[in-house]
């Protein structure tokens, strides 16, 4: 197994050790901070969850991203069990929790990092060459104009990869949202639409 910039690798190029790592990271600073708050604030708990805990589990999740179920729910759990130890949430369902948190999943937070890299790539603020990346489409009937060609692949296992697991969400995005000026319209218009990605994951809210 390989460390590289705070990724761990398998020979296999699979991500169960990384997961597991960040996730009992993540779960022992979330615990630290239900222990030593003294506020039982749910705000001041949720922001500290905001600051010190998530940037534990999505730290590069654009080159982790999961793909497994076990993984998705290990990464997942950690807020699921910080959420029902918040004061007057324990009794509600996770769902109703980050609605009343005004919280999104965190597979969905990952979708959203994956299409704003997208965007980014697309409109040259990164130093990569999108058609590297990908091939555009010439014809178009509807949609916007940056549709990208699904590739055929030779293994499933490729499926997975940045720059192909990105192009479903990213080909059903509306115009006005690929069109966006800069990378923060883009998040904004994106974050309006999400629900055109919510019934393609494994947790919806």
């Not at 001041?44 to 534990?56: C, G, H």
């Not at 590739?151 to 949202?177: C, E, G």
Request: aromatic share 10%.
């Amino acid at each position: 197994m390989q460390n590289d910039l705070g990724i761990k690798m398998c020979s296999d190029l699979k991500f169960h050790e990384h997961i597991g790592f960040i996730v009992r990271k993540a779960d022992t600073r979330a615990g630290i901070i239900l222990k030593s708050f003294i506020s039982r604030d749910i705000c001041t708990l949720k922001r500290a969850f905001e600051v010190y805990v998530r940037p534990i589990l999505e730290t590069n999740s654009e080159i982790f991203n999961p793909c497994y179920c076990l993984d998705i729910d290990r990464l997942e759990s950690c807020q699921r069990r910080f959420t029902k130890r918040l004061p007057g949430l324990a009794d509600m369902t996770y769902a109703e929790r980050l609605k009343a948190l005004a919280w999104d999943t965190l597979e969905l937070r990952r979708v959203v990092k994956d299409l704003v890299l997208v965007y980014k790539i697309v409109n040259g603020y990164v130093d990569i060459n999108p058609e590297t990346l990908f091939e555009f489409r010439l014809d178009r009937t509807r949609g916007h104009a940056r549709k990208i060609v699904v590739p055929l692949l030779r293994k499933t296992s490729s499926q997975h990869f940045f720059a192909y697991r990105v192009i479903k969400m990213w080909n059903r995005l509306p115009m006005d949202v690929v069109n966006a000026k800069n990378p923060v319209f883009f998040r904004e218009k994106l974050m309006k639409v999400k629900c055109l990605f919510t019934t393609m994951l494994r947790y919806s809210i």
